[in-house]
């Protein structure tokens, strides 16, 4: 079979319950015109759906009675056409199971994927570790994974090191509306915005210490000369030794790293930029570029307010979208193009921010269905 084995195994069963997107389709499609090993595969699935007993089997199961005992398992309450696919989802898995094991992993995926999106939906805070198990973070707990504990609060999370070796993962989520503050095994402390999420080890062994963000996040490192501390975005790379540093990764073109305090460089398709205190960098024109920046502005969001100076309202959407979870459109494009001067102070509720903005600028603003349209 092709490389990736299991993700196009993944793609058959989505294909074949009828849940998979346009984009996946054209891959696994792909996938069985070129290789013979997935096209027997898929074959056999078919064959397998087409069989009476399979058709029987699903046409029977009762969706609503199935999914009380499976909510009891995972504590969810979907809506109802959730609860219909989910278990004519599970119909089927279980049907190729009989024959496939690999119909039972698919299950389980789409049971936890599930359950992950409905606590993000639902605007928790959670900790998702390497085996796929899903901790909301609402509450005082100790989290045990393997040797290493993990302290917990709906503020903030306490990572310790592991007694031994550990090769342990974890990743905390915080979504729109939310932000949250994690100490990782060295000390090291993150303070993480809205929408965005950190994948970090549980014990940092003797290599560098390495961590993956999505999204925006300060760090301030324990310093350590002997392990290089890398953070790591779908952009460009940040390595650091001891020193205070803001990386906003949400998208591309709005990619930068902010140094506080100490010396970092950024690393871009072998490309490596160093900076001072005082210096940020940011992508310009697919480069590393660098400049300077105020740090009431860059770093206000820590204390619940964005700041912005002659920006556009295209430049402000997105913190609006994620501090109080809407979609931005817009009536008119030109719209997006106007600039302000002022700040967004995220306790305050959605509507004084928006009569604020049509004082200063005349603009109109509606929400409806969750979607905020600048007029």
């Known amino acids: ?3 990736n084995k299991e993700y196009i195994e993944a793609l058959l069963f989505e294909k074949i319950t009828g849940t998979i997107s346009e984009e996946e389709n054209l891959v ?3 996938a069985i015109l070129q ?11 078919q064959s397998k759906m087409n069989q009476t007993a399979a058709r029987d089997f699903i046409s029977g199961l009762d969706p609503d009675l199935a999914w009380v005992h499976t909510a009891e398992m995972i504590q969810e309450k979907p809506k109802p056409y959730v609860r219909r696919l989910s278990w004519q989802i599970a119909g089927i898995a279980a049907v190729l199971a009989l024959v496939l094991p690999l119909g039972w992993h698919f299950l389980n995926h789409r049971s936890t994927e599930l359950k992950e999106k409905q606590m993000y939906t639902a605007k928790e805070i959670y900790l998702k570790t390497d085996d796929g ?3 909301p973070m609402g509450k005082p707990q100790q989290i045990s994974i393997g040797s290493a504990k993990i302290n917990a609060t709906a503020e903030a999370l306490n990572s310790q090191a592991a007694s031994g070796a550990s090769d342990s993962w974890a990743t905390v989520v915080v979504p729109s509306t939310k932000d949250y503050k994690i100490t990782l095994a060295d000390g090291t402390a993150v303070w993480m915005n809205s929408a965005s999420s950190l994948r970090f080890p549980l ?3 003797k290599g560098s210490r390495e961590v993956f963000l999505k999204g925006e996040a300060y760090f301030d490192v324990t310093r350590n000369p002997a392990q290089q501390f890398i953070v790591h975005t779908d952009y460009a790379d940040i390595k650091v030794h001891g020193t205070s540093f803001n990386v906003h990764a949400y998208e591309e073109g709005t990619f ?6 100490g010396s970092v460089s950024a690393m871009r398709q072998g490309q490596e930029l160093r900076l001072s205190p005082g210096q940020k960098t940011f992508l310009l024109n697919d480069n590393l570029g660098k400049g300077t ?5 860059e770093l206000a969001w820590m204390k619940g307010v964005y700041t912005f100076h ?10 609006i979208s994620r501090w109080f979870d809407v979609k931005v459109a817009w009536a008119q494009e030109n719209v997006a193009n106007q600039t302000f001067t002022g700040e967004i102070d995220r306790q305050l509720p959605l509507a004084v921010v928006l009569s604020n903005l049509q004082l200063a600028s005349g603009i109109r603003a509606d929400i409806k269905n969750g979607v905020l349209t600048f007029k």
């Not at 290789?35 to 699935?45: S, V």
């Not at 920046?293 to 502005?297: I, M, R, S």
């Not at 002659?310 to 913190?319: D, F, G, H, W």
């Open 310 to 319: 002659n920006r556009s309202l295209a430049e402000i959407a997105p913190v």
């Open 293 to 297: 920046f105020d740090p009431l502005e």
């Open 28 to 30: 696994v499609e792909n």
């Open 1 to 3: 079979m092709i490389e």
């Open 133 to 135: 198990e899903l901790i």
């Open 256 to 261: 930068s790293t902010a140094l506080v305090e």
């Open 203 to 205: 014990s940092f062994g």
């Open 35 to 45: 290789d013979a090993e997935t096209r027997a595969l898929w074959e056999k699935l």
